[in-house]
């Protein structure tokens, strides 16, 4: 603890002057966040995943269930959306079908040991073709191994990983917990709104990202298709995080009950953003990646909206064990 401390505070008089009460006030507030922020997880026994899911699916695709697939296996801590590609259903192709079926033959393949998640893509999308189902999907795969997890992207999905940490609201002494991000994926296009993707068209298929992370206790992994991300901000996702956990954080409270609201709470502000696509005023991400290959867009764009949200926790703090999907 001793050392924890001293961390925080070394960190913070860095341009900014600390006064004596706002020392003490850093002491006490990390006392009551130590189950929190934690120098090291060694010995602390193996980490879990605790998840929650929300998939509101475009309000005009509600009865065929939207275009994503997700799900989120506690058992092999990994997680995995996918977002299947609109332009199928031009051919009279539910490209919705495609991502759920890519999302269980990918489950399928991932043991609850380490798991080469390019592989299981790999073959997922060798069974698919096998099939002869039509159509395609961008991917994004997870698995917590120890302290590192994987994440494999393809395509415009996304994925961060926040980690709460101490911040200080300007006028105030009193320091808060609020999620920094740690990592953050970066979107796989040809050209704007043209994601990398798998289908069972004769195109090459672009190598997907692959990265390993360093994790502890408390962090906090959000991954989301693109009707999440084109709609909000991460400063706007890190907002909700802090709003739906902050209480539990503060008092030192379990946060795995808190995790199913949070996942509404993305995909429902997603959406509600999304449904704002003839309000000139309000700027989106997918706006800005518009603007930044020269075109004219402003508004919301209305989406599949799906995230998975995972704690990471030590086996004595995980929640429900039950396997999450849309499959």
Known sequence: MALRLAFTRRHLLRGRRVTGRHQAAIGARSRSFSDFI???????????????AACLPHPDKVDKGGEDGYFACPSSRSFGVADGVGGWADSGVDPGLFARRLMRLCLEGIGDDESDLQEALLKA??????????????ALLGQLNGTTMAILNLG?????????????????DQ?????????????????????????????????????????????????????????????????IVAQ???????????????????????????????QQEDHKDIITPFALAAHSEGLSFRGGKLDDTTVVVGLVCNDSDAGDSTLLHNF
């Open 38 to 52: 934690t120098a090291s997880d060694e010995g602390l026994g193996r980490l879990k995943l605790s998840f929650a």
């Open 156 to 172: 415009d999905s996304g994925a961060m990983l926040l980690r709460p940490a101490l911040r200080t609201p300007p006028g105030s």
């Open 244 to 274: 739906q956990l902050g209480k539990a954080w503060s008092k030192g409270a379990p946060v795995t009950p808190h995790l199913s609201g949070l996942a509404t709470s993305i995909a429902k502000q997603a959406q509600r953003i999304g």
């Open 125 to 138: 999308t060798q069974r698919i073709l096998k099939e002869k189902l039509e159509g395609g999907s961008t």
């Open 175 to 239: 320091p808060l917990l609020f999620p920094r991000v740690v990592f953050r994926s970066c979107d796989q296009t040809h050209y704007f709104n043209c994601p990398y993707q798998l289908g069972s068209g004769n195109a090459p298929v672009e190598a997907p990202d692959f990265i390993r992370v360093r994790v502890r206790t408390g962090d906090l992994v959000v991954a989301a298709t693109d009707g999440v991300f084109d709609n909000l901000f991460d400063h706007q996702v890190q907002a």
